[in-house]
């Protein structure tokens, strides 16, 4: 069974710092894995998708680096804003029959002005 | 605009009471999902459903049915069997398939009174 985890589980940085958000996960046996943001109170909002066979995924000042047979993927955020300022998700695509997303608990980050 | 719609956002319940949560999207998306999330622990599967007329249980599916009729709509039901079912319900789509990425509603936050 599909095992994932997230740390650190809560982060606050000032404005402007360089950060990475750590994901791994049990099985390697994975189609993608995805990164989404959730804001309180509020639904997932997609952020990077990674295929298996990519190492990196790009979007604006996010970075996704993904090495699977290591079962790991990182978030870096670059020049963090507090608009940032989210719990983050990472969640592996699992192969096997039936294709369902497993989530880890997040990371809460804090971008402080 | 092309989405995924969860309704009511807010949602009480008498205890003993049965109660629908709604999800529509015009996607055309094959599988739709329904997750819990409670606090400290991140979102739990209940059930899923690839195609229509099939759906399978996920991890946490006692107390919940749910119907896939449509292709568009994925109803959940919380029966009166779930012992605790205040939570956060987030539901979400992708297309069949590997390669795609999944979409989440916005939520529909449940409260027994």
């Known amino acids: 069974k599909q095992e994932v985890t997230q740390i650190p589980a809560a982060l606050s940085v000032p404005e402007g710092e360089n950060l990475v958000l750590n994901c791994s996960f049990t099985d390697s046996a994975i189609y993608n894995l995805q990164w989404f943001r959730q804001d309180p109170g509020k639904g997932l909002t997609s952020l990077l998708l990674?295929?298996?066979?990519?190492r990196e995924q790009t979007s604006g000042r996010l970075n996704a680096s993904l090495d699977k047979s290591s079962g790991r993927s990182t978030l870096y955020i670059a020049a963090s804003q507090p608009g940032d300022s989210a719990t983050y998700l990472c969640?592996?695509?699992?192969?096997?029959?039936?294709?369902?997303?497993?989530f880890g608990k997040g990371t809460k980050l804090t971008v402080n002005p | 605009d092309g989405g995924i719609t969860q309704s009511p956002k807010y949602l009480f319940r008498k205890e003993g009471q049965n109660v629908t949560l709604s999800c529509e999207q015009n996607?055309?998306?094959?599988?739709m999902y329904w997750y819990r999330q409670d606090p400290g622990q991140g979102l739990r599967l209940i059930y899923y459903s690839q195609i229509v007329n099939d759906f399978q249980k996920g991890d946490i599916a006692e107390g919940y049915s749910v119907s896939r009729e449509k292709k568009e709509s994925f109803p959940l039901t919380v029966t009166s069997a779930q012992k605790n079912p205040t939570a956060f319900y987030l539901c979400?789509?992708?297309?069949?398939?590997?390669?795609?990425?999944?979409?989440f509603g916005q939520g529909t936050r449940l409260t027994v009174v």
């Open positions: 990674i295929q298996s066979s990519q």
């Open positions: 969640a592996p695509l699992t192969q096997g029959g039936s294709e369902k997303l497993v």
């Open positions: 996607l055309n998306h094959d599988a």
């Open positions: 979400a789509s992708s297309m069949q398939g590997a390669n795609t990425e999944a979409f």
